[in-house]
C-alpha cells in the first residue's frame, strides 16, 4: 500500500478560483435566518448598544456573505453547497443541535412525535433520566426533526447559530470540511481557522473586509467574529462609536468585559448618591420615583382657561389608573387627579383626551369647546410658501417654556416606586399625581439647572449645540420653538445626564460611558412618549427612535434614575478572535487600508437623515471625547454627507466605490447591499458601480420582511445582495442591439444550471435549494454581468452615462436590459401544470395571477414575490388582483372575491381572456347553465377556436391549484365541456 500523502496549503493557489457565492447561495435559508434574526429584537446581539440605529444587517447574512465569498466552488456543486450549509449550522445536524440547545421538546412529546421501543432508556417520569448523555439526546432529536417536512419547521424550533457554543456547535463539521478540501491542504477545527487558511489560499494572509459606511457596526464585527480583520470608518462619529463599541464591548474579552462592568457600576453607584444627596426623587415616606409624566397645556382663546393637552387620560390599563380633569374656576385651570382602580368602561372612555384630530377639545359646564392646535399655535403663510407660527423661538439659556409662552409644560403624574420593595427582584409600583412636595422637589431640580445650566454647556455636560434646519429638525422650530439641543430635555432629564457625564468622564472605561449616556439620552428625553401597552399594559416610555424620526409629543414621559433598570444599559457578550480591527471617521471616497473585500450598505434613494437625527447624540458627545472618539469629528458634517438621490448622489457614490476598488486586489471582491425597490434604483446604482470599474458577477435576494404598527400598508423591507469584482483592464465596446441576444443567452444559461442543482437537491433531500424569486434575481444577474464588461455602450462611456442627469420617464440601457432580464427569467419559469408552448401565450396578467397562484400552493405568503413578479410580468397595478396585502399573509383574490368592477375591460384582468373565465366560474357558482356561459364566451371572443385550447389549459392548471373546493370542481366542469366541444355547437 502507498502511503497517503498530505497536501500542504499553497499561497495564492485559489488566486484565479472564483467565489461559491457567485453560483450557489442558499438564499432562502439566509432569509428566514435573517427574519429569525430580525424577531430577536432586542436580543439581537448588536442591539444593546443602542436601539436607536435602525439599518443594521443581521449578522447571520453577513456571515454568509464572508464564507460564500471565501470558498471555491468544485466540481460538484451538491456537495459544495453541503459544505456551506453545515458552516452556516443550516444542515440537518446542526439544526438538531440548535433545537437540542433551545430544549425544543419535551420528553412527553418526543415520546409523541417518534417511535421510541425503549423509553425506560432514556426517561424516568416526565423528564430524562440523568445517566443520559447528550449525544444520546441528539440521537433522538435528529429522528424528532426528520418527522418535520420544511427547513422553516425545523429552524424555527432552535436557537440561532450565534446563540450556541461555536466549538459544540461545529464539532461534526471540521472533518467534513477537511475531506472536502483536502486537496487544497485545508485542515481546520474553527471558522476562525477555516477563515484564515482560505485567505491564504485567495490572498496569501488572513482576509481584511471593509465597511465604508459601518453604520451600526454589523458588517465589520461578523467578520471579525468569523477571524478576517476588519476595517470600518464612516463619516459620522456615532455610528465610529457603535462600531467601536461593538467590537470592543461586546466583542471585548471576558477578562475586559470584567473591567468594564466594574467601571460601570462604579459610576451608576455615584450617580445614585448624588440623587440621594440632592433630595429630588425620594417622597418624605421612602418611596422612590420611577417615572414621570408631563403633558403640555395652552390657554382657550374662548374662555381663557389653561388646559392640559393630552391625547388620551389613560396611564396604566393594567393598574386602571387614569387621569381625570376637575375643574378649578378660581384659577381657571383644572387640577388633575389620577385615579386607580378604574373600571373597564372608564379607562375605554379615557382613551379620548384633550387632543383629538388636531384639535384641542374640552368640556366646561355642559359645553363643548374645539380649537385647531394650527389656531393655538398661529399659523400663518409666508411670503415664501412655508409656515410660520407665533411660537417663541427659545433662547440658549432657556430649558424650560417662559410664563408668555403659547405652550407650558406640567407634571400631572408620578409612578413610584414603594420603599419595601427598592431592592426587590419585582418591585411594586403606583400611580399618583404630585402633591405639594411633589411640585417643591420638582422646583428643586429646576434650581438647580438654572444654577449650572451655564457652567454645564460650558463644560460640556450639557448640549449648547444650536438645532440646524433640515428634513427632520425643521419640526422642531415649528412644532415647538425649540432652537439649540438641549431644548429637548426637560430639567429632570438634563440633570441626569449631566450627572452621567461627569462621573463617566473620570472612569478609566470613559468610553462605554459614552455609549450609555447616547442611549439614557435615547431613552430619556421629550420626544419619548408614554406607552400604556408597555410592561404588559403597565405603562412605560418609548425611545425616542422608537422610529426614525424627531416626533414631538403633546404628553412625555421621564425616567428618575431607577426608571432604566438593571437591564437598560445591558449589553451582550460574544468575545472576538485577536484580529486585527480598525475603525476611521473619514468619507467613503478615502479608504485608509487596502481590504480584499469590500461590504456595504450604501445610502440609497429613501435612506434614513442620520446626518440630522445623530445630531441630538452629537450635540451631548462633543466636548472632550476620551480616546479614542478624540480622534473622530464631532460633527454630522452634513454637506459632506452622501444623501440618496439626484447628481450629487451618484457622483460621490462613484468616487467612494471607485476608491474602494482601488483599494482592492485583482482578485478581490465586493458586496454592496440595497433595498429592493424599483427598476429605477437598480438603474442608478447598476450604472455607478459600472462607473466606478465593477463588473456584477452575481445577485442574491433575501427576503428581510416585517409589520408593524410603524409599517402599516403593507411595507416590505427585501435586501438584494449584489457580488461585485473589478472589470477586467482595456476598452471594451458594445452595441444594444448585440448585447440583447448575449444577455438572453446567459439568463438561460445561468437559470437552468441552477434549475438542475434544484433538482438534484430536491431529489435527495425533499427540497430545492432556489424558489423562483432566486431564479428571477439570478437572471438580472446574469444579464447585468454581460452589461457591465463593456466599457462604452452605443459610443458613450460609461462614467458618462452613470453621471448624466436622468430626465423624467427616461429608459436607460440598464432598465431595458434588466427588464430583459425578467421577461427571459420569467419565460423560462413555468408553473407546474402548464405548458411552456401555454404559458408563451399568456399576457402578463395572466402569467402573474397563475404563477402566484402556483406559489400559493407551497405556502408562500410573502408580499415581496408578489412585487418581485409584477415587475417582472409588467403588471399595471397587481393591487387589483390581491386579497391580502400584509407582509407575511399576502395572498391573491379568490375567485369569489372579484367585484364586477375588478373585471370590466378597463381592468388588466378584466381585458384578459383568464377575467373571462373569472366571470364564466362565478357564474357556474351561481348555477348559471354550462351551454350559456360557453355561448357567452364565444360570442365575447372573435378568436375564440383559435384560444380554446389554451382556455382548456388554463382551467385545467386553476382545477389543481385553486384553493375553494367549488372553485376546482367549476373549472373542472367547465373544463370539461370547453374540451368537448364539437364544431358547429
Known amino acids: 500500500m502507498h502511503a497517503k500523502t498530505k497536501t500542504t496549503l499553497v499561497p495564492l493557489a485559489l488566486r484565479d478560483a472564483p467565489a461559491l457565492i457567485e453560483t450557489v447561495f442558499p438564499a432562502q435559508k439566509v432569509s428566514f435566518e435573517a427574519q429569525s434574526e430580525r424577531k430577536a429584537v432586542a436580543a439581537q446581539t448588536l442591539t444593546g448598544l443602542g436601539s436607536y440605529w435602525k ?200 477578562e475586559q468585559r470584567a473591567v468594564l462592568e466594574d467601571a460601570q457600576q462604579k459610576v451608576f453607584a455615584a450617580v445614585d448618591r448624588d440623587l440621594v444627596e440632592l433630595k429630588v426623587e425620594h417622597d418624605v415616606k421612602g418611596n422612590r420615583a420611577k417615572a414621570y409624566l408631563y403633558c403640555l397645556e395652552a390657554r382657550c382663546p374662548e374662555t381663557g382657561w389653561m388646559i392640559p393637552l393630552m391625547p388620551s387620560f389613560v396611564i396604566s390599563p393594567k393598574q386602571g389608573a387614569i387621569a381625570k380633569l376637575v375643574p378649578n374656576p378660581e384659577h381657571k385651570r383644572f387640577q388633575i387627579e389620577v385615579v386607580t382602580g378604574a373600571s373597564a368602561k372608564a379607562i375605554a372612555a379615557a382613551e379620548s383626551g384633550t387632543v383629538q384630530d388636531g384639535d384641542m377639545v374640552y368640556q366646561l359646564d355642559g359645553k363643548t369647546y374645539r380649537t385647531p392646535i394650527k389656531t393655538l399655535r398661529g399659523d400663518f403663510r409666508q411670503a415664501n410658501g412655508t409656515t410660520g407660527n407665533r411660537l417663541r423661538r427659545w433662547d440658549k439659556s432657556d430649558f424650560k417654556p417662559r410664563p408668555d409662552d403659547i405652550f407650558q409644560e406640567r407634571l400631572y403624574a408620578i409612578q413610584w416606586i414603594t420603599k419595601a420593595t427598592l431592592n426587590a427582584g419585582r418591585q411594586g409600583t403606583y400611580f399618583a399625581a404630585p402633591n405639594d412636595d411633589d411640585l417643591k422637589r420638582e422646583q428643586r431640580v429646576e434650581e438647580i439647572v438654572a444654577e449650572n445650566l451655564s457652567r454645564w454647556q460650558e463644560e460640556g455636560l450639557t448640549p449648547d449645540m444650536a438645532i440646524e434646519p433640515g428634513d427632520e429638525t425643521t419640526r422642531l422650530f415649528r412644532e415647538r420653538g425649540w432652537t439649540h439641543w438641549h431644548h429637548l430635555f426637560n ?123 445623530t445630531e441630538f447624540f452629537i450635540a451631548w458627545l462633543r466636548k472632550n471625547p476620551p480616546k479614542p472618539f478624540d480622534e473622530w469629528v464631532w460633527d454630522s458634517r452634513r454637506a459632506l454627507a452622501i444623501k440618496g438621490s439626484g447628481e450629487d448622489f451618484r457622483r460621490g457614490m462613484v468616487a467612494a466605490y471607485q ?178 408552448d401555454a404559458w408563451a401565450k399568456l399576457t402578463g396578467i395572466e402569467r402573474f395571477v397563475l404563477r402566484m397562484m402556483d406559489m400559493e400552493t407551497t405556502g408562500s405568503a410573502k408580499l415581496d414575490n408578489y412585487q418581485n413578479f409584477a415587475k417582472a410580468f409588467r403588471v399595471e397595478d397587481y393591487s387589483r388582483v390581491m386579497g391580502d396585502m400584509r407582509p407575511n399573509h399576502a395572498r391573491l383574490k379568490r375567485v369569489s372575491e372579484y367585484a364586477s368592477r375588478d373585471l370590466t375591460d378597463a381592468t388588466e384582468i378584466g381585458a384578459a381572456r383568464l377575467g373571462r373565465l373569472i366571470i364564466a366560474l362565478q357564474q357556474l357558482g351561481k348555477d348559471t347553465e354550462p351551454q350559456v356561459i360557453v355561448d357567452q364566451l364565444r360570442g365575447e371572443m372573435a378568436d375564440f377556436l383559435e384560444v380554446r385550447s389554451l382556455l382548456v389549459d388554463m382551467l385545467a392548471f386553476i382545477e389543481r391549484k385553486a384553493p375553494e373546493s367549488e372553485v376546482r370542481s367549476a373549472a373542472e366542469v367547465l373544463g370539461a365541456r370547453l374540451k368537448n366541444l364539437r364544431f358547429g355547437e
Open 55 to 254: 439599518g443594521r444587517k443581521p449578522l447571520i447574512l453577513v456571515r454568509a456573505i464572508v464564507l460564500g465569498s471565501l470558498l471555491p466552488p468544485t466540481d460538484d456543486a451538491e456537495a459544495d453547497l453541503a459544505i456551506f450549509e453545515k458552516l452556516m449550522a443550516f444542515d440537518d445536524e446542526g439544526l438538531a443541535r440548535r433545537a437540542f440547545a433551545a430544549n425544543a421538546y419535551s420528553a412527553t412529546t418526543l415520546q409523541e412525535v417518534i417511535p421510541i421501543s425503549d423509553p425506560e432508556r432514556y426517561f424516568s417520569g416526565r423528564g430524562w433520566r440523568r445517566d443520559v448523555t447528550d449525544d444520546e439526546k441528539l440521537v433522538l432529536y435528529r429522528r424528532a426533526l426528520a418527522t418535520l417536512s420544511s427547513y422553516e419547521e425545523k429552524a424555527s424550533l432552535g436557537k440561532r447559530p450565534e446563540e450556541l457554543d461555536q466549538n459544540w456547535l461545529f464539532a461534526p463539521v471540521w472533518p467534513e470540511v477537511n475531506r472536502h478540501y483536502a486537496h487544497l491542504g485545508v485542515n481546520v477545527r474553527s471558522l476562525p481557522e477555516l477563515v484564515e487558511q482560505f485567505g491564504i489560499l485567495r490572498y496569501g494572509h488572513r482576509p481584511r473586509v471593509g465597511d465604508t459606511f459601518s453604520g451600526g457596526g454589523s458588517i465589520p464585527f461578523e467578520a471579525a467574529r468569523i477571524g478576517c480583520d476588519a476595517y470600518a470608518s464612516d463619516l459620522n462619529p456615532v455610528a465610529c462609536m457603535l462600531t467601536w463599541g461593538a467590537l470592543n464591548v461586546i466583542g471585548a474579552t471576558a
Open 491 to 613: 430639567a429632570r432629564q438634563l440633570l441626569l445626564q449631566a450627572l452621567m457625564l461627569k462621573h463617566w468622564r473620570t472612569s478609566s472605561a470613559a468610553p462605554l460611558g459614552w455609549l450609555n449616556v447616547a442611549k439614557a439620552a435615547d431613552f430619556n428625553s421629550k420626544l419619548c412618549r408614554w406607552a400604556t401597552a408597555q410592561g404588559g399594559g403597565l405603562g412605560g416610555p418609548k425611545g425616542v427612535f422608537s422610529n426614525q424620526a424627531l416626533n414631538t409629543f403633546y404628553n412625555y414621559a421621564t425616567r428618575a434614575w431607577l426608571g432604566f433598570g438593571a437591564s437598560s444599559f445591558k449589553m451582550a457578550e460574544a468575545p472576538l478572535p485577536d484580529v486585527e480591527r480598525s475603525i476611521v471617521s473619514a468619507t467613503a471616497d478615502r479608504p485608509a487600508q487596502d481590504c480584499e473585500f469590500w461590504i456595504t450598505d450604501p445610502p440609497y434613494a429613501d435612506a434614513v437623515n442620520y446626518h440630522e437625527i
Open 659 to 836: 476608491a474602494m476598488a482601488e483599494h482592492m486586489p485583482d482578485n478581490g471582491m465586493q458586496c454592496v447591499m440595497f433595498t429592493h425597490q424599483n427598476t429605477a434604483v437598480w438603474g442608478d446604482l447598476i450604472g455607478i458601480f459600472w462607473a466606478a470599474g465593477l463588473q456584477v458577477v452575481a445577485a442574491w435576494y433575501i427576503a428581510t420582511e416585517t409589520s408593524s404598527e410603524l409599517k402599516k400598508g403593507g411595507y416590505v423591507q427585501g435586501t438584494v445582495i449584489l457580488m461585485l469584482k473589478k472589470r477586467a483592464a482595456g476598452e471594451r465596446t458594445g452595441f444594444k442591439q448585440r448585447l440583447l441576444p448575449a444577455v438572453r443567452q446567459e439568463v438561460a444559461r445561468q437559470i437552468e444550471t441552477m434549475m438542475h442543482l434544484n433538482d438534484t437537491v430536491k431529489a435527495h433531500h425533499g427540497e430545492p435549494v432556489f424558489n423562483d424569486s432566486d431564479l428571477q434575481m439570478a437572471g438580472y444577474a446574469a444579464a447585468l454581468k454581460v452589461l457591465t464588461a463593456y466599457t462604452h455602450i452605443g459610443g458613450e462611456d460609461v462614467t458618462s452615462f452613470a453621471l448624466r442627469p436622468r430626465a423624467r420617464g427616461e429608459v436607460t440601457v440598464v432598465d431595458e436590459i434588466v427588464q430583459q432580464a425578467a421577461e427571459t427569467a420569467s419565460s423560462l419559469l413555468v408553473p407546474e401544470g402548464l405548458t411552456a
